[in-house]
């Protein structure tokens, strides 16, 4: 073992331990919510979610990929997934011929829509109200820097939230 090793503390490995338990149960809790109500994954529904926020409800397949944290290949087999229940619809990009485009349909945007309460619902159930109002702003802060040094790009939306974008807390004060 090197001597250079800064070893965890107790406190540090207990908080360690406590998130990744976090970010093994919490995409499990979302799935099953967001299959039970709209058929789909929290995967799918962020997808979703990223082309209803673009510009015209479209965007070129790789900036998707960066923007879901999402493999090309891995993407490319959602969105057959998604085409086929008529939820988005792909065709060759104007400015790149070698791109291809993804835009979210009415249909998409409505499953989106149907989707969303019980998504919510989800999200105060199992993080949000189990909080304090200082809390959340703590997690926010938290969640900054971590971010910060996973994706110093700011390719996720995120990274880059304000709080103004974000949490009602931070709007009200």
């Given at each position: 073992?090197?001597?250079?090793?800064?070893?965890?503390?107790?406190?540090?490995?207990?908080?360690?331990?406590?998130?990744?338990?976090?970010?093994?149960?919490?995409?499990?809790?979302?799935?099953?919510?967001?299959?039970?109500?709209?058929?789909?994954?929290?995967?799918?529904?962020?997808?979703?979610?990223?082309?209803?926020?673009?510009?015209?409800?479209?965007?070129?397949?790789?900036?998707?990929?960066?923007?879901?944290?999402?493999?090309?290949?891995?993407?490319?087999?959602?969105?057959?997934?998604?085409?086929?229940?008529?939820?988005?619809?792909?065709?060759?990009c104007r400015t790149d011929r070698r791109a291809t485009n993804a835009t979210i349909t009415e249909a998409g945007l409505d499953?989106?829509?149907?989707?969303?309460?019980?998504?919510?619902?989800?999200?105060?159930?199992?993080?949000?109200?189990?909080?304090?109002?200082?809390?959340?702003?703590?997690?926010?802060?938290?969640?900054?820097?971590?971010?910060?040094?996973?994706?110093?790009?700011?390719?996720?939306?995120?990274?880059?939230?304000?709080?103004?974008?974000?949490?009602?807390?931070?709007?009200?004060?």
């Amino acid at each position: 073992m090197s001597s250079d090793t800064r070893w965890l503390s107790t406190e540090e490995s207990a908080a360690w331990v406590r998130l990744v338990a976090i970010t093994e149960l919490l995409p499990n809790a979302l799935d099953a919510q967001l299959l039970r109500d709209a058929g789909l994954t929290h995967f799918e529904y962020g997808a979703l979610m990223a082309l209803a926020g673009a510009p015209e409800r479209t965007m070129v397949m790789t900036e998707l990929a960066s923007r879901t944290n999402a493999t090309l290949p891995r993407l490319s087999h959602v969105a057959r997934r998604l085409e086929e229940r008529g939820l988005i619809e792909r065709s060759p990009c104007r400015t790149d011929r070698r791109a291809t485009n993804a835009t979210i349909t009415e249909a998409g945007l409505d499953l989106i829509d149907q989707a969303a309460p019980g998504h919510v619902d989800t999200v105060r159930a199992n993080v949000l109200d189990l909080l304090t109002e200082e809390q959340v702003g703590q997690l926010y802060q938290i969640a900054g820097a971590v971010l910060t040094q996973l994706d110093p790009e700011e390719r996720l939306a995120a990274t880059s939230c304000q709080f103004s974008e974000g949490p009602a807390v931070a709007r009200a004060g």
